[in-house]
Nanobody, 116 residues
Framework: QVQLVESGGGLVQPRGSLRPSCSAS????????LGWYRQAPGKQRELVAE???????NYADSVKGRFTISKDNAKAAVFLQMNSLRPEDKAVYYC??????????WGQGTQVAVSS
């Protein structure tokens, strides 16, 4: 079992920045990927960014050049530096962890709002 706890969402003005974080606990030795997904009202949950055990990264086209995913292996934590935020980035952001056993775990989500 892996438990994920997100923090660091909030309200920011357009072109502002936020850096949500996610801390993993439990069977973190089995983690293969850590990632961030988001779900806007009325829309499906979508991948924002993910980082592998070997630090390979993958980003949604809509956030490339604006968002950066990183991790701290010692703390079993993953971060999402979000710059140049836009109103369309408003969503609940969820942390996800994938294990080598093929299991997928989710955090409770953190709200990000972008408004002037």
């Amino acid at each position: 079992q892996v438990q994920l706890v997100e923090s660091g969402g909030g309200l920011v003005q357009p072109r502002g920045s936020l850096r949500p974080s996610c801390s993993a606990s439990g069977s973190t030795f089995s983690l293969l990927t850590l990632g961030w997904y988001r779900q806007a009202p009325g829309k499906q949950r979508e991948l924002v960014a993910e980082i592998s055990k070997f630090a390979n990264t993958n980003y949604a086209d809509s956030v490339k050049g604006r968002f950066t995913i990183s991790k701290d292996n010692a703390k079993a934590a993953v971060f999402l530096q979000m710059n140049s935020l836009r109103p369309e980035d408003k969503a609940v952001y969820y942390c996800n962890a994938g294990t080598r056993e093929g299991q997928s775990y989710w955090g409770q989500g953190t709200q990000v709002a972008v408004s002037s």
